[in-house]
């Protein structure tokens, strides 16, 4: 159950909510959300939304850009079509600069193929586009993400900026891991003009041809050369059995192969997804997501010679034998609240819960935040998972859920975002589909570093890390041929309407008129205009911790030792909702 917004009293207030978190979600008529990526604008504390919009069938999508600030407003929302070619797909953005640059696919002649669009970050407006024709027209290509970089791609000591994107070509038009003849995985190299500098391509020699899954997902920039998660086709130990096992292959900044070590760790389907490069250490820290354990795990890789640290690699299980299983691994990020720490986002698969109104509910990618320590993949503090009720459309050939987990495709769900002057915060993406509803809407999250807890409904993960074992698998890459050509795309201005999580509030002005702090500045004791609290934290303007307790007959806190200054204090009351009040120490 929900709330409408009603949007002029929403813009008017919400300057007042700048320093809490939120739960918005956006709907737009006769649309699925779907696809969903987010990312940060480099000159902006705004960020962008992105996807594609289907009709109820799933069968006509059309890509689209979202810009929100910091509060949670919806700046605009534009869509994009090309009247001559059919089913535009975006699958990921990067913002540099004025730009938000997508990569996807678009279908050509009837034959798929990856593009690279830019667009104002303004306004959404469309500035240019390329596709590609990797090998031959003949073949059909995806690009899966992309990243923007500034590494020599020439060997002539000159930096180059631009853009580097993962994805994979098929002889197959629509996703298909038994594709009879290839399915091979590509890493494209451009200009920030989006001129080809040069493609790589990842591949095994399957003699089998009963399973293709060599596909790229992401890449990941080193101090000297990108890491490129994926998948690869390997075989079960002791057997001639193919199954999917976990791609981690090492270029130089020129595409050439620098290492791999791709492995198999189960006799089931499993791939990397995502990675964290720690410069310090010079290692990699790589997620990836295994079907055997219904659980996610990080590999520790040494960046110059892609050694695996067993010592530190792991996988997770639940540490309630009675535990949900499926929850698999998004985003790893290092921790703002300790750089001892990452931080590892992701969709759990499905979830049964009862609603703060008694009802039943059922939820499919419900984005969950897990925090552990770097060395050994303890968990730190409490992680949780955010309910909402969802089921993924089943007809798309990128369902999440077609099989147990995600095989080829893991789109950004979460950004870090560091606030010098108070807590900084994260930001997640993920969907809401209500029991009665026809459409999916985008479900948008800001939670602070100090306490991963969403708004409204969750429940928390206790999760431990287990020791990984692997079998390698022979992967090899080399340069392949690229076409590119220019193309335009439409821009169409598209309503939508906000909505809040919770069904007794309207706004954030709501939830401020529910509970004061007083008196404020304060010298020596805070009190708080409501009952039934629970914990409080205090935290400095770098987002530290400086003090936590718990209420206790007095709803006050006692702020004498602070030193003089600007600090947030969030408060927790009996039915879980938080809210962080800005407080002036005399």
């Not at 399915?183 to 591949?203: A, K």
């Not at 899954?213 to 990941?220: E, G, H, L, P």
């Not at 309207?506 to 004061?516: H, Q, R």
């Amino acid at each position: 159950m929900k709330t409408k917004l009603q949007m002029l009293m929403f813009f008017s207030l919400i300057t007042i909510s700048a320093f809490s978190q939120f739960q918005y979600s956006t709907s737009v008529a006769n649309e699925h959300f779907h696809d969903l990526n987010i990312t940060p604008l480099t000159q902006s504390t705004d960020y962008i939304v992105s996807g594609n919009f289907f009709d109820v069938t799933m069968q006509t999508e059309e890509p689209f850009l979202k810009r929100v600030d910091q509060n949670g407003t919806v700046i605009w929302i534009r869509k994009y079509n090309n009247p001559s070619f059919a089913h535009a797909r975006a699958f990921d953005i990067i913002a540099f600069g004025d730009f938000i640059v997508m990569t996807g696919s678009i279908d050509v002649a009837g034959t798929k193929r990856v593009f690279i669009a830019k667009f104002l970050a303004a306004n959404g407006a469309f500035f240019g586009a390329e596709f590609y024709s990797i090998v031959s027209p003949n073949f059909n290509s995806r690009g899966l993400k992309i990243k923007f970089t500034e590494s020599d791609a020439n060997g002539d000591g000159i930096p180059d900026s631009g853009f580097v994107v993962a994805g994979f070509f098929s002889d197959c038009y629509n996703v298909n891991i038994n594709c009879p003849n290839n399915n091979i995985g590509f890493v494209l190299r451009t200009d920030f003009n989006l001129t080809m500098m040069w493609n790589t391509e990842i591949d095994t020699n399957n003699i089998f041809n009963t399973l293709e899954v060599d596909f790229a997902n992401d890449v990941t920039e080193t101090n000297d050369g990108f890491f490129i998660t994926g998948s690869v086709t390997g075989n079960i130990p002791g057997t001639s059995i193919p199954q999917q096992g976990t791609l981690a292959h090492k270029l130089d900044f020129m595409g050439n192969l620098v290492w791999d070590n791709s492995y198999i760790f189960s006799n089931t389907s499993e791939v990397s997804v995502d990675a964290y490069f720690d410069q310090s250490t010079n290692e990699i820290f790589m997620l990836a997501n295994y079907s055997n354990v219904h659980y996610f795990g990080v590999t520790v890789l040494d960046n110059t010679t892609g050694t695996i640290n067993l010592a530190k690699s792991w996988y997770a299980s639940d540490a309630s034998p009675a535990g949900s299983l499926d929850k698999y691994g998004f985003r790893i990020m290092e921790s703002f609240g300790n750089p001892a720490n990452l931080i590892i986002t992701g969709y759990d698969r499905d979830e049964n819960y009862v609603a703060a109104d008694g009802s039943s509910q059922f939820g499919q990618s419900n984005v969950f935040v897990y925090e552990f320590l770097k060395a050994t993949g303890s968990q730190v503090g409490i992680s949780y998972q955010y309910l909402t009720p969802h089921v993924e459309p089943t007809t798309d050939e990128f369902n999440f859920w077609n099989t147990q987990m995600p095989l080829v495709y893991y789109p950004d769900i979460s950004f870090d975002y560091p606030n010098p002057a108070g807590s900084s915060y994260y930001y997640h993406v993920g969907y809401r589909t209500a029991l009665s509803a026809t459409y999916t809407e985008a479900e948008l999250y800001k939670t602070t570093t100090v306490n991963l807890r969403n708004q409204c409904e969750n429940l928390i993960l206790q999760l431990m890390p287990n020791p990984l074992t692997v079998t390698p698998i022979p992967v090899f890459s080399g340069p392949t041929p690229t076409i590119q050509n220019s193309f335009p795309l439409n821009q169409i201005n598209v309503p939508f309407t906000i909505t809040s999580c919770d069904p007794s509030l309207s706004t954030d002005e709501e939830i401020e008129g529910k509970m004061g702090m007083y008196p404020n500045p304060a010298d020596d004791i805070v009190y708080f205009t409501a009952t039934n609290l629970k914990n409080y934290t205090v935290t400095d303007a770098l987002g530290r911790t400086i003090s936590q307790g718990v209420f206790t007959n007095e709803a006050s806190i006692n702020v004498n030792s602070l030193n003089q200054g600007v600090y947030l204090v969030n408060v927790i009351d009996g039915s879980g909702k938080m809210q962080t009040f800005k407080l002036l120490k005399k």
